[in-house]
């Protein structure tokens, strides 16, 4: 699968006042996500755009990296059902990186998206990091770049990638993509 990655950062927290989510919706964050819990959510956000890499990993490696991993993982909930999540790799606590933000697809296009994104923006630079990172590719949602870039993202780089993406996970790989 070749992809294109646009990698992305931001250097400082975003002004004023955060966004709300509607109503009826809220942000766990924190969350501590069992191994079948996560793969769940990867897979509702990820599957149409190839999500594959938390996939492919182990259930034991998987279950060390949610119980050990530096990791912050928030769950967008809809009354008590979750309908997204993000997910904040904290190796280094100078340059958190937003490994993984994405809805569910019931949760596309119900005026939710930029406010959880707002949100788990504010979370990270709650913990004093210098610069955080995000990144996106050409096999994300179409309207992942557009968004990054307007609540303050700049692009740093775009590389193609190809990725080994492994049958045994039942990805549909859309023909375009296909090396």
Known sequence: MKVDVTFMRMLRSPAGEGR???????VETEARPDVATYRM????????YCWWMRQAASDADLAHFLEHGPVSIGLLMQGQTVRGFYELNLFNPHDINLSYFGLFPEAIGQGVGRAFLDMAIRQ???LGPLCLRVNTCT???PR???LYQQVGFEVVRTVE?????PNRLGLTIPERFLA
């Open 124 to 126: 990270a630079w709650a």
């Open 144 to 146: 992942a770049l557009p």
């Open 139 to 141: 096999a994300d949602h």
């Open 41 to 48: 959510v990867q897979d509702r956000v990820g599957r149409q």
């Open 20 to 26: 709300t989510l509607p109503e009826g919706w809220s």
């Open 161 to 165: 990638e190809t990725w080994d993406v």
